[in-house]
């Protein structure tokens, strides 16, 4: 299996284990997404990702446009702009995208309802309000973390 069947099997697979409302309304594999809904994520969600390399994309727009939500690929995850806000004052976000071999894991923020804490191989942690759908990110970004271990194809965190 591939890099980016394994990246969508994960994603998949995770989504279909959470209930309805913790999903975004469309989790589609690249080649179930219509061509311009494709295209407008690319352009609006990634800024510079070829189309080829999408695993899966996380819609989460009503109308099924692509402009928003999340993009996985098999290296690296993006998020669309209103998403992983790291301090609201300034409105400042995390960058995307990040990269699996650099994230250990995703876990809720104990301090934070509603933020995610993004622990990197390094040992820092990032946290970020997710006001979308964030069970349903740290679900897909896990399951892509343990997928790609089991395979072989994302390196351990170093021994700190």
Same mark, same amino acid.
């Given at each position: 299996? =591939? $890099?980016?069947?394994? *990246?969508?099997?994960? %994603?998949?697979?995770?989504?279909?284990?959470?209930?309805?409302?913790?999903?975004?309304?469309? *989790?589609?594999?690249?080649?179930?997404?219509?061509?311009?809904?494709?295209?407008?994520?690319?352009?609006?969600? $990634?800024?510079?990702?070829?189309?080829?390399?999408?695993? %899966?994309?996380?819609?989460?727009?009503?109308?099924?446009?692509?402009?928003?939500?999340?993009?996985? $690929?098999?290296?690296?995850?993006?998020?669309?702009?209103?998403?992983?806000?790291?301090?609201?004052?300034?409105?400042?976000?995390? %960058?995307?995208?990040?990269?699996?071999?650099?994230?250990?894991? *995703?876990?809720?923020?104990?301090?934070?309802?509603?933020?995610?804490?993004?622990?990197?191989? =390094?040992?820092?942690?990032?946290?970020?309000? *997710?006001?979308?759908?964030?069970?349903?990110?740290?679900?897909?970004?896990?399951?892509?973390?343990?997928?790609?271990?089991?395979?072989? $194809?994302?390196?351990?965190?170093?021994?700190?």
């Amino acid at each position: 299996m =591939d $890099t980016i069947q394994l *990246v969508e099997t994960a %994603v998949l697979s995770a989504t279909a284990a959470l209930p309805g409302p913790e999903r975004p309304p469309r *989790v589609l594999a690249a080649r179930d997404c219509r061509p311009q809904q494709l295209a407008d994520a690319l352009i609006l969600i $990634t800024r510079g990702c070829a189309p080829g390399e999408v695993a %899966v994309l996380a819609d989460r727009t009503p109308q099924g446009s692509g402009k928003e939500g999340f993009l996985f $690929t098999a290296d690296r995850f993006y998020a669309d702009e209103e998403e992983l806000c790291v301090d609201a004052f300034s409105k400042r976000r995390m %960058v995307t995208p990040i990269y699996y071999n650099d994230l250990a894991a *995703v876990q809720p923020a104990p301090q934070t309802p509603g933020a995610l804490c993004f622990v990197f191989c =390094d040992g820092h942690c990032e946290t970020a309000a *997710v006001p979308h759908y964030g069970n349903f990110l740290c679900a897909a970004l896990n399951a892509v973390l343990q997928a790609l271990q089991t395979a072989g $194809t994302k390196r351990l965190p170093a021994e700190g």
